[in-house]
Each structure stands twice: as C-alpha cells, then as structure tokens.
C-alpha cells in the first residue's frame, strides 16, 4: 500500500513537534509524539501527544508513529540540526512504509 504524504505538511508538522518539545521543561522529562492518520492512500490528519514519561504510545488503525522528541531546554533547541532531524523522521517513515512524496 503506498500512502501518499505532502512533504510541505510533514515538515510543518515536524517543526511543530519539535517546538512543542521546546516548550516543556525538561527537567522533569517527557516526549512529545508526532503521529498522523491515513485513509489507506493519503495522510489525512497530523496530532500530537504528549507524555510525562518516555515509556508511552498510541496504537490504532490507519495510525503512523511518525517521530518523537524528548523535552528539551531552550539552546538545546537552538543548537539541534532541525534540517537532519526532519529528513531523519522522513527517512524513519520510509523504511516503515510505501510513500509517495508529493
């Protein structure tokens, strides 16, 4: 099955995570998980959770884990290769699943 993804969306998505993990104080630890829902051709839908603990997930159908970053302190966001960091989660996406960048 190949699943059809907006690259412009992922990438906002992702960015999005990654400042919503800036914006926890990561003294107490936690992620933030970026998912999204396909109808079996396309992506139709980017959430994020949250989690206090590193230990935690959803599962569902037509559901896609599609990356997660630890809380993290305000240089560590400045400092972080979010460029590498996206084509990172855009690699991850791909050996999981058929995509088709559009």
Not at 79 to 89: D, F, H, T, V
Request: charge should be negative; proline fraction near 1%.
């Amino acid at each position: 099955m190949k699943i059809e993804v907006s690259e412009k969306d992922f990438i906002k998505n992702v960015k999005k995570c990654i400042r919503e993990a800036a914006s926890y104080n990561c003294e107490l630890g936690g992620v933030v998980q970026l998912y999204a829902t396909h109808d079996g051709e396309k992506i139709t839908e980017y959430f994020t959770s949250v989690f206090p603990s590193c230990n935690s997930w959803i599962e569902g159908e037509n559901l896609i884990h599609v990356t997660t970053y630890n809380y993290m302190t305000k240089n560590q966001y400045k400092n972080m290769g979010i460029e590498e960091s996206i084509r990172y989660a855009m690699y991850r996406l791909e050996e999981r699943f058929d995509i088709k960048w559009v």
